[in-house]
Structure formats: C-alpha cells, structure tokens
C-alpha cells in the first residue's frame, strides 16, 4: 500500500469543469497502476479512469469522452481533468493506487484508496 493524497474538489455548475490531483508518497515507482473512482449517492463505488506506469488508460462509462487522466511519473503524480460536469456528477471522488502494469475496472482491485474528495455539481 501507498499513502495517496487527493486535492482539487470542490462546487461547480453545470457544464464546468474540475481538475482533481492526487499524489503518492514514500516508497513508489512508476509500476503502480493509479487512478479515480467514485462514490455518488445510491450507487456502487464505480470507476472513472485509471492509468499504468506505461500510460495505457481505460475510463468507466459514467464519464468517457469527458474526462481525462494524466500521469506524471517523476512526481507520482495523476491528474483528472473533467469538462461538462453534470448534477449527477456529484459525489465523493477516490484516489487509488495498486503496484500493478494490469489495469483492472473492480475497485476491489486496488489496495491503496485516498481519503476522498468531494465534487458537488449544481444545476
């Protein structure tokens, strides 16, 4: 496990957009598979993106085509860039990180989770 550190949440309207960061600290590499899930009310934890060392991506469904996910290795460091945000949108966005090149969709995967941070979309 990694300690993970998120920032960048907050209020939005509709159609704004976020850019959530999230680094890793002590010991890490660049084979660490890192990326966001989320938690909106009355659903499953779902995925939003995830990314491997080797910049191979794969992004949920709930937000493909508006999000999209960096990697900076030499800081160990993601970012979430998402556009054309939307009320349902809103929820508790988590970092998680596992030392893996294997990208997988179940949050059950990941072994290092952040604490969350909140995205709110008004319309």
């Known amino acids: 496990q990694v300690p993970l550190v998120e920032s960048g949440g907050g209020s939005v309207q509709t159609g704004g957009s976020l850019t959530l960061s999230c680094a890793a600290s002590?010991?890490?590499?660049?084979?660490?598979?890192m990326g966001w899930f989320r938690q909106v009310p009355g659903k499953e934890r779902e995925l939003v993106a995830v990314i491997s060392g080797t910049g191979s991506s794969r992004y949920g469904g709930s937000m493909e085509g508006r999000s999209t996910i960096t990697r900076h290795n030499g800081k160990h460091t993601v970012t979430l860039q998402m556009n054309s945000l939307r009320p349902e949108d809103t929820g508790v966005y988590y970092c998680?990180?596992?030392?893996?090149?294997?990208?997988?969709?179940?949050?059950?995967?990941?072994?290092?989770w952040g604490q969350g941070t909140q995205v709110t979309v008004s319309s």
């Open positions: 002590g010991r890490t590499s660049s084979t660490y598979v």
């Open positions: 998680v990180a596992r030392q893996t090149n294997t990208i997988m969709n179940a949050a059950r995967f990941y072994d290092s």
